[in-house]
Structure formats: structure tokens, C-alpha cells
């Protein structure tokens, strides 16, 4: 608990359709740490990674109060604030989702897609970037051939490692990761385990869990989230 | 489902897909069997190139093809700007509760008949026309037809772009929104490849309206019987051309010559249709 805290989650309430799932929820998360979350299904640890990235506000009838801040370059930012725009938020607060969700291109348009809508165009730049990327989600050797065929080519493990290594290549500060694992064997799995704890060096890791075994292997602090808000386990 | 059930809603099916099929080809070969004869041994397409000219025996339709075409491509040029705005706003770069109202309203005007479009054109459109462009004459002509006409097939273009924008896979939006896409990106990168098979079978829909379409161009479009050298001009189309003859006698030469060109518009249609689906042909990324 030595490392200063990243993001501050402050009274936090959260409905759908008038349907509390949080109430005035407090918690702090360390940098450079990973932090498991895992609760019964159902109990809104999706809902709960969407309010730190704020994809949950495409969803009709949802309804927020309460402030999240981010440390970034020392600065506290309120990401619902004015000084940060959603999807410069969504660059520094990556996502990885469940099921790998690469889009319909090639391994290299996708990991070039984050780049091309911030308008970066200089093709040297941009792949070093996606080089860069790609080696620190421990897939660059298993594509640095193919980086031209589609992405659905890829097995399931390697697409989720591309999305991760996709979700990198904007160099995000925080990484939120749902269930990255529960689509893949065991094998696949471990292999990303393995890059999340590397991964700590660069970002402050959130990630949902099912598996208590993943969490004690890999987390630094665990939360379970029940009824009444996040318990420590 | 059991299978018993399962057999007859595939032999139902089946059927009237038939029952359609055949349907098409009969008209085809109704056109064909009638118009034919006329024509007579090789000589459609000369046919097809001569003027409107009965009483000295022509009967080419020559006029009319080129009015249908200029109209209906005309109308399409002007409906796929509006609809395509309509449906990226109502794909998300509007708010939820206008766009449901844009929504209704649109579905609301596929069930305008055609007539009321052309009184709207008569007493709306057309004087502005022709007060606009004076050498428009009276304001009935080529650009007032497909201008109206283009309102007339723009709700049919939409509502079939709405089905190809609703049909996107959500997780490629929801990547592109994670990844920090903005509303207009993800418009541009994500959704509007994903749904351009349904904007190509949009145009197929609104193009075969329009070239199918008697009443606007044969209120508002002036009918005048000679090629049109501007949009300015007065045009009959096909099937304004139709109806006009066959209203006004039903023995002569002139009336049996509609026949072929009912036929004429069977093909140029066909025409259209491969002709957009060629150009629309996804060559893009790999999958
Ligand atoms: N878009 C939505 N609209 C309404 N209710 C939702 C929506 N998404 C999730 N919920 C509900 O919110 C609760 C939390 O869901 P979720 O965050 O997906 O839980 P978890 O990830 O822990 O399984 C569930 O009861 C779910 O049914
Ligand atoms: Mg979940």
C-alpha cells in the first residue's frame, strides 16, 4: 500500500432506470497496482469499470452522482469535468473487454486505429508505435509477419492480446480489463496473466475476476463487490 | 420446433419465393411476347434511338429513356445526401428523443400517396422554379420532377440505410467508443462500412422507385417529347409516356408501341440495379 493513490472514486451513486446498484461509494486505487474486483454475477463490476471511462453514458435511462478524479501529470482531474473531453478520457483510461473485440481489419489497421483518430497520419511514427505496442502485449513475434491479414485470423487468446496491445498503443496511464480472461483456456489465460503483472510498470490496472485463483495470483489488492458496496477480501 | 413443422414453413417459403420469381419473369415475358412482334426482326435498338413521332409513323422512345434516366438519377443525386443525414443523425450524432421522432415521421411519409407529392410540387415547387430560373419556362421540368421525386423515394432509402446502420455488430461500436472514437469517427470508421451493404441496397430501392414512379414526373415534369438538353427542360419518362398513350387510345401503332416500351424500362431498371451493385461492391478491408 506504499504506492500513492491514482484514482479517487468519491460518494459515488449509480442507477438504471431508477434501480440503485451503487450508493454512495468511497474508494481509492493505488497506482502501478493491479486491483482485482470480483463479486457475484449481476452485481455491477461491468457498470462499475464503465463509470471510470464513462462508456456507461451511451446507456438510456442510467443516472450518475458523485465524482471520480484521476491523477494526471500531478494534477487531480475530475473526469466528468470540463477539462477533459471523453475521448481524450478514453485514451488515458483504456478498456478491455470480456469477449476480444477487435473491428473488421486487419491486425495492423486496428492497432493503428486509436493513432488514425487522433490524427496521426506519419506512417514511421505510427509503426513504431504499433511495434511498441505490440511487444510490450507480448504479441509481436506471433504477428510481425501477418500483420496484414485479418484480425479475426487470430486465435482467441492472441485477439485478446491484440486488443490489449490496441487499448497500449495510445499509451494510457490507467488500463480497465472485464473478465479478460474467462473466454480463453487456461493456457491463453495464463499468458495474459503474465503481461498484466508486467503491465504495472506502465499503468494503474483495474480488473474484474471471477477466478479467485487469478486474483491471488496476480492482484495486488482485492475488492469484492456485494450489496452493500466493495469489501476488501 | 418440431420438424413437420419446420418442412412446411420451408415448402411455405419456398413457394412464395417461387410464386414471386415467377411473377417477374411473367411480366418480363408478357412485355416481351407483346412488344416483340412490333419491334420486329433486330430492330429494338434502332427503334429505341428514333424520336416520338407518330404521325409520321416513328415511335422511338428515345425521349423518354433519357427522361427517365435524367429524373430518376437526378432524384437519387439529391435523396442520398438527405437521407444519409437523416439516418447518421438518428445513428447517433442527434439526440435519442428527436431521432425517435425523425423516425416516426419518416415512416409516417412512406405512406404519402404519390399524387400529393405531385400537388405539392405543382403549387410549390414548381413556381419557385420557375421563378428562379428563367429559362426554366413554366417551372415544369426535369430538376422540379426529381426534386420532388427525390422527397418521394428518400423515406424508402432511409428506412433501409436505418436497417444497415441498426444491423452494425454493437462491440465494434462499443471498441471504437472505448478507444476514444467521437461521434462523427465512429460514424465514418466503424458504422458506415459495416453498413454498406444496406446503403447500396437503399439506393437499389430508392432508384427502382423512382424510375417506377408515373404520377410526379407526369404532373410536374412538363412531358414534353424530345430529348432534354438541360435539367431545365420539360421531359416525358417512360412511364409518364405510358400512361399518357395508353389513356388517351388503345388500337393504334402508338399504343401497341408501349408495350416495348414497358419492356425498355424492365431492362434499363435491370441495368440500374447491377450497375449499383457493381459499384457498390465492398472491395475494402479484409475481414
Ligand atoms: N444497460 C443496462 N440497462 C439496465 N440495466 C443494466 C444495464 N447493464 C447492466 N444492467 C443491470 O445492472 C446490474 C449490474 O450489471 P453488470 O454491471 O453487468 O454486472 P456484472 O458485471 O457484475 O455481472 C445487473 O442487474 C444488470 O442487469
Ligand atoms: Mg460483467
Redesign the pocket.
Known amino acids: 500500500m506504499d504506492n500513492p493513490v491514482k484514482i479517487r472514486v468519491e460518494n459515488l451513486t449509480f442507477s438504471y432506470h431508477q434501480t440503485p446498484v451503487f450508493e454512495h461509494i468511497n474508494l481509492d486505487f493505488n497506482a502501478h497496482a493491479i486491483t482485482a474486483i470480483t463479486g457475484p454475477s449481476g452485481r455491477g463490476?461491468?457498470t462499475f469499470l464503465s463509470l471510470l471511462n464513462r462508456l456507461w453514458e451511451s446507456q438510456p435511462f442510467a443516472k450518475m452522482e458523485g465524482k471520480v478524479w484521476i491523477l494526471l501529470d500531478g494534477q487531480w482531474v475530475d473526469i466528468y469535468g470540463k477539462t477533459l473531453s471523453k475521448p481524450d478520457l478514453r485514451r488515458k483510461v483504456g478498456m478491455v473487454f470480456?469477449t476480444p473485440n477487435p473491428l473488421p481489419m486487419s491486425i495492423y489497421k486496428n492497432m493503428a486505429f486509436p493513432l488514425k483518430l487522433t490524427g496521426m497520419t506519419e506512417k514511421a511514427l505510427v509503426d513504431a508505435k504499433i511495434t511498441a505496442a505490440l511487444r510490450q502485449a507480448f504479441l509481436w513475434d506471433e504477428v510481425k509477419d501477418r500483420l496484414h491479414d485479418s484480425a479475426f485470423g487470430l486465435s482467441g487468446g492472441q485477439q485478446q492480446r491484440l486488443c490489449i496491445a490496441r487499448a497500449l498503443v495510445s499509451q494510457p496511464e490507467i488500463l480497465l480489463l472485464?473478465?479478460p480472461t474467462s473466454s480463453l483456456d487456461a493456457g491463453a489465460a495464463s499468458v495474459i496473466e503474465d503481461l498484466l503483472v508486467r503491465l504495472k510498470e506502465r499503468c494503474t490496472l483495474i480488473v474484474?475476476s471471477h477466478y479467485l485463483d487469478q486474483v491471488s495470483r496476480i492482484a495486488d489488492t482485492a475488492l469484492k463487490l456485494e450489496a452493500r458496496g466493495f469489501l476488501p477480501v | 420446433m418440431t420438424r413437420v413443422t419446420q418442412q412446411t414453413a420451408r415448402i411455405v417459403f419456398f413457394l412464395s419465393a417461387a410464386v414471386s420469381a415467377m411473377a417477374a419473369a411473367l411480366v418480363f415475358g408478357f412485355l416481351l411476347v407483346f412488344g416483340f412482334p412490333l419491334i420486329g426482326g433486330g430492330e429494338f435498338f434502332s427503334l429505341l434511338a428514333r424520336p416520338w413521332s407518330p404521325g409520321q409513323g416513328l415511335y422511338g422512345f428515345l425521349p423518354m429513356i433519357t427522361g427517365t434516366a435524367a429524373i430518376s438519377f437526378l432524384s437519387i443525386v439529391f435523396a442520398l445526401p438527405l437521407s444519409l443525414g437523416t439516418v447518421c443523425f438518428m445513428g447517433g450524432l442527434g439526440p435519442a428523443r428527436i431521432s425517435r421522432l425523425v423516425d416516426g415521421f419518416v415512416r409516417f411519409m412512406t405512406g404519402i400517396p404519390t399524387v400529393i407529392y405531385g400537388f405539392l410540387g405543382i403549387f410549390l415547387l414548381v413556381p419557385v422554379v420557375r421563378t428562379l430560373f428563367t429559362s426554366a419556362g413554366s417551372g415544369m421540368c426535369i430538376l422540379s420532377a426529381s426534386l420532388m421525386l427525390s422527397l418521394l423515394v428518400s423515406p424508402t432509402m432511409i428506412i433501409f440505410f436505418k436497417d444497415g446502420f441498426d444491423s452494425v455488430d454493437v462491440r465494434y461500436i462499443q471498441a471504437a467508443d472505448a478507444l476514444g472514437a467521437d461521434s462523427v469517427q465512429r460514424l465514418i470508421y466503424v458504422i458506415l462500412p459495416e453498413a454498406w451493404p444496406g446503403i447500396v441496397t437503399g439506393i437499389i430501392m430508392g432508384l427502382g422507385r423512382a424510375m417506377g414512379d408515373t404520377l410526379i414526373a407526369l404532373m410536374i415534369a412538363g412531358n414534353a417529347v424530345h430529348v432534354p438538353g438541360s435539367i431545365l427542360d420539360s421531359a416525358r419518362t417512360l412511364t409518364s409516356h405510358i400512361a399518357l398513350v395508353s389513356a388517351s387510345d388503345y388500337d393504334s401503332l402508338a399504343f401497341k408501341s408501349i408495350f416495348a416500351c414497358g419492356l425498355t424500362l424492365y431492362v434499363l431498371n435491370a441495368f440500374a440495379v447491377i450497375a449499383v451493385r457493381r459499384l457498390g461492391r465492398k472491395r475494402g478491408p479484409v475481414r
Open positions: 463490476k461491468s470480456q472485464d473478465e474484474v
